[in-house]
């Protein structure tokens, strides 16, 4: 018979529909490194650019995201309740491998972990290394550093009220046009104008069926990630692109706290194309910060970085 392909168990990558899983399988090599397979989707409702012809580069981001939850439950014992801290996540995506073909994108991937911390049978935080594939060639690289925390520890990190309490949702204020940033729908966007350049306010949809698939008690990092990204558009005047984004998750970003994003230009770590600083404050506190560099004004037929 056959081998039959299906989705990692959506538990242990923390997502609530099969739909958001794009893991499909997980063998350990030797030591600490692992062989894995996944599949994009043809056309997802979020992680394809505006017009449907290519993998949206923030794919990658998730991705790298969903293996080091999957490493963790399911290679390095951590139970299933456990909360992660994300603390960094660098990714870069080879541009002209996000064409979108006749069939789901087939991945395959290869991570590394290092800096491996035990705690008992529990490993309480590691680094990642991470490379993706697609047909043998490069799709996109990247890194992050997770910490795992059980319950009890979570909820003395954020205090037991903070965790039981469902925040309500608030009135969501009026976003910036969705071609200003690279997306086709309202929903999409999570800054709204300040009237200041370069300066905007994180107000995301909590009932994004992406970015908010799953409850929490405080912003995921993707949105924060998706802000980044959104910023350097609205900076730019036009749709930016990224090959390469690096975020440092400080604290956590709250939702009953304005949080203030702020893009500057930065040098570029690559040539001929435009680098871009973003970070995120609330109550004069930086919660994030990122730096991204890509291509401005490309909106089809990306062309490869340099």
Do not use: N
């Amino acid at each position: 018979m056959p081998r039959l392909t299906t989705t990692v168990p959506r538990e242990y990558v923390h997502r609530a529909g099969h739909a958001e899983v794009f893991l499909t399988g997980c063998r350990r090599l030797e030591g600490d490194r692992f062989a894995l397979t996944g599949q994009w989707p043809r056309a997802h409702t979020f992680f394809t650019d505006a017009d449907g012809t290519r993998h949206d580069p923030t794919q990658a981001a998730e991705t790298i995201r969903q293996v080091g939850l999957l490493l963790a439950h399911s290679e390095f014992g951590v139970p299933l309740g456990h909360q992660f801290l994300l603390r960094d996540m660098e990714y870069s995506v080879s541009l002209d491998e996000l064409e979108i073909g006749a069939g789901p994108s087939e991945l395959t991937l290869q991570a590394v972990c290092t800096d491996v911390k035990w705690r008992g049978e529990r490993v309480t935080q590691f680094a990642m290394a991470i490379t993706i594939e697609r047909d043998g060639r490069h799709v996109a690289d990247g890194s992050g550093h997770f910490s795992c925390l059980a319950p009890a520890a979570y909820r003395r990190l954020r205090g037991a009220e903070r965790v039981a309490a469902e925040a309500t949702p608030k009135p969501r204020f009026l976003t910036l046009e969705p071609q200003r940033v690279g997306r086709s729908g309202h929903a999409d966007v999570v800054l709204a104008p300040t009237g200041r350049p370069g300066h905007w306010l994180l107000s995301p949809d909590r009932g994004h069926p992406v970015l908010f698939e799953h409850g929490g008690d405080h912003v995921p990092g993707m949105v924060l990630i998706e802000a980044a990204r959104q910023a350097a558009c609205g900076l730019q005047g036009d749709v930016f692109v990224p090959v390469r984004v690096a975020t440092q998750f400080h604290r956590y970003t709250e939702f009953d706290t304005p949080c203030w994003i702020d893009a500057v230009t930065a040098p570029s770590t690559l040539p001929g194309l435009t680098g871009v600083h973003v970070t995120g404050h609330q109550e004069g506190e930086e919660v994030f910060s990122a730096r991204l560099t890509g291509h401005c004004g490309v909106r089809t037929g990306y062309r490869a970085a340099s």
